[in-house]
Structure formats: C-alpha cells, structure tokens
C-alpha cells in the first residue's frame, strides 16, 4: 500500500509564494509520473503540472511561468514552487504519482488527501 502525505498549503495573499510536498511511501518499485492537480469550488479537477522519471515537465497554461514542479528520486518526493500567486489560483491541491512496485508490472495511481491554497487580493 502507497501512501502520500502532503503538506505546504495555507492562506497567501496575491503575488506571494508557496511551495508544497508530497512525499510518498510504501511498497514502491519506481515512480513514473508526478504530477498535482487542483480542483476549486464548484470546478473540475484539473491537471497542473507533471514531471516524468526524466525529469521532462509540463505545466497548465495558466500557471506556465509561476510555478515550478520537481522531484526528488531518492526521497519519492514531488514539489510544487507557486510563485506570484493569483486569487484565481485558490483550490485543493492533489499530488498524484504513477508508480510500480515491481520491474515490468502493472502502472498503479495514488492520490494525496489534498491541502487548501487560499490566495487573497
């Protein structure tokens, strides 16, 4: 069983920075992708950033150029630097992870219980 524990949210106001972790634990062989994602009130669920085991990122459009992902392999950690933060930026942050517990196996999903960001103008 794979566990993530997150932590890092709160209450900003606009233009400041926060960064999250997600640290990972359990039976794991390796973890493929990381991402996290978010989901406001009354919204979808939606994915904001990923980085790959080749540490190749992708970010939403609308937070390309304010935030950063980055992973720590030997830790099953991933990180999100929220920089310049927007009201619009307010949600429930989910890490998610990809990952196997044996070489050649079937590719599992897990997700974190999820932290607030509350940006304020």
């Known amino acids: 069983q794979v566990q993530l524990a997150e932590s890092g949210g709160g209450l900003v106001q606009a233009g400041e920075s926060l960064r999250l972790s997600c640290a990972a634990s359990g039976t794991i ?5 990381m991402c996290w994602y978010r989901q406001a009130p009354g919204k979808q669920r939606e994915l904001v950033a990923t980085v790959t085991s080749g540490s190749s990122t992708d970010y939403a459009y609308s937070v390309r150029g304010r935030f950063t992902i980055s992973r720590d392999n030997a830790n099953n950690t991933v990180y999100l630097q929220m920089n310049s933060l ?5 949600a429930v942050y989910y890490c998610n992870i990809r990952f196997q517990i ?4 079937v590719v599992y999903i897990s997700w974190g219980q999820g932290t607030q960001v509350t940006v304020s103008s």
Do not use: L, V, Y
């Not at 927007?86 to 307010?90: A, G, I, L, Q, V």
């Open 29 to 33: 062989f390796s973890i493929n992708a």
């Open 102 to 105: 044996r070489r050649g196996g």
């Open 86 to 90: 927007k009201p619009e930026d307010t």
